[in-house]
């Protein structure tokens, strides 16, 4: 069977990590790359757990920091709320290292206002988390919703990840108004062009997409629910974007 790495990414997580690293109890290393918690996240953690405090940044670069600081070649990314389930794991056993594949995308169930999804796209929500780190780079260009570039070859899992997520509109609404400005601006230094019309019309095209396309309809009042919300979502990242343009009288930087 390949050695694994399982890496957990914190910050103020003491509600969360505990729960995590029991559902990686299987893994040959667990290494927890903290940002400094204050929180006491890093106390009492089951023997044989590795810390590495490593100061915040953003995502990419503190995945990238995991791909070198782990032991094995073969490395899972977990995050503090989500659980590998023992079906996840036996597969994981299973196929890592007997298949000619460099990385594996993970389907993830998403929990959301004590519901599990079924469409909306938080189900399959599939994530590149498992991959040899020595054919793996995370894009330092996307410092929200982070991509790895998998030199080689890359497959799926069939078995789930469990993201235990936003339990209260509130949380949800606060996450992704953080989100929209580094959003916003991560477009906007790839060039995206400012549209007069986008601020009303993406909006609407982001609810349809969650709600019709990707069958948001499926979790009824939820993910209509769900639906508005990245709709407005999209709006602010919109108006962020156009901020963006004005600060720099209609030039992109480069």
């Given at each position: 069977m ?18 995590c ?6 893994a ?11 929180d006491?996240t890093t106390?009492?953690?089951p ?6 405090e490593?100061r915040?940044?953003d ?9 070198r600081l ?70 330092a ?10 030199n080689?070859?890359?497959e799926?899992?069939?078995?789930p990840?469990?993201h ?11 996450r992704?108004?953080a ?23 993406q ?17 009824g ?8 919300l990245?709709?407005?979502h999209?709006?602010?990242v919109?108006r ?12 992109a930087?480069?």
């Amino acid at each position: 069977m390949t050695a694994i790495s399982a890496i957990v990414i914190a910050r103020n997580e003491t509600a969360n990590l505990a729960d995590c690293l029991a559902t990686l109890a299987w893994a040959d290393e667990r290494l927890v790359l903290d940002s400094f918690s204050t929180d006491g996240t890093t106390r009492d953690l089951p023997p044989g757990v590795r810390v590495v405090e490593r100061r915040w940044t953003d995502f990419p670069t503190q995945r990238n920091a995991g791909l070198r600081l782990a032991v094995h070649d073969w490395v899972l990314f977990v995050d503090a709320d989500e659980r590998v389930t023992p079906e996840l794991s036996q597969e994981v056993a299973t196929r890592v290292g007997s298949e000619a594949c460099d990385g594996y995308w993970v389907p993830r169930r998403n929990r959301i206002f004590g519901r599990w999804m079924q469409g909306a796209g938080w189900w399959p929500d599939f994530q590149l988390r498992i991959m040899n780190r020595h054919r793996a780079v995370y894009a330092a260009d996307r410092p929200v919703h982070e991509l790895v570039e998998i030199n080689g070859t890359v497959e799926r899992m069939r078995h789930p990840l469990e993201h235990f997520s936003y339990a209260s509109v509130e949380e949800f609404r606060a996450r992704q108004r953080a989100l929209a400005g580094p959003v916003a601006e991560m477009l906007f230094e790839s060039g995206m062009r400012r549209r007069p019309t986008a601020v009303v019309l993406q909006p609407l095209r982001e609810f349809w997409r969650r709600m019709v396309s990707q069958r948001g309809y499926r979790d009824g009042g939820v993910g209509l629910l769900l639906a508005a919300l990245m709709a407005e979502h999209e709006w602010q990242v919109q108006r962020a974007l156009r901020a963006c343009w004005s600060a720099t009288d209609g030039k992109a930087r480069r």
